[in-house]
């Protein structure tokens, strides 16, 4: 399963990048490969609300380990102020998804809580 995570680089983080400018694109996906994952892709935005975007796959059983082993060493080393992780598909793989969505509003299986 694919996962997106995205943050900000800490103060700290940012003096070592101007410091030794990194293309920390082969340490994150040595870090995913440790923990059982293979990195997709890694971006380096620096600007804006966010600082870098990583899209990496996981097995199922591997997810969770990986992502509380991550979060203690990445967030333990300072040099990221926030990063957050949300699941992602590909767009083909959503469509059976979206079609279940359809079947089950359909049936009204779901209710928003103003209707009720």
């Known amino acids: 399963m694919l996962w997106v995570s995205y943050g900000k680089v800490s103060q700290e983080g940012m003096k070592g990048i101007l410091m030794n400018p990194p293309n ?3 340490a994150v996906g ?29 097995p199922a059983d591997k997810f969770e380990e990986s992502l509380l082993i991550n979060s203690m060493l990445v967030r ?12 992602a598909m590909r767009a083909a793989d959503a469509v059976p998804q979206m079609m279940k969505a359809q079947q089950m509003a359909s049936a009204m299986l779901y209710e928003a809580p103003s209707k009720t």
């Open 76 to 87: 333990g080393s300072g040099a990221i102020k926030s990063v957050a992780t949300v699941p």
């Open 30 to 58: 040595k870090l995913v490969e440790g923990l059982g994952g293979k990195l997709d892709s890694y971006y380096t935005l620096l600007n804006g609300d966010m600082d870098f975007i990583i899209i990496r796959d996981y």
């Open 24 to 26: 920390r694109e082969e």
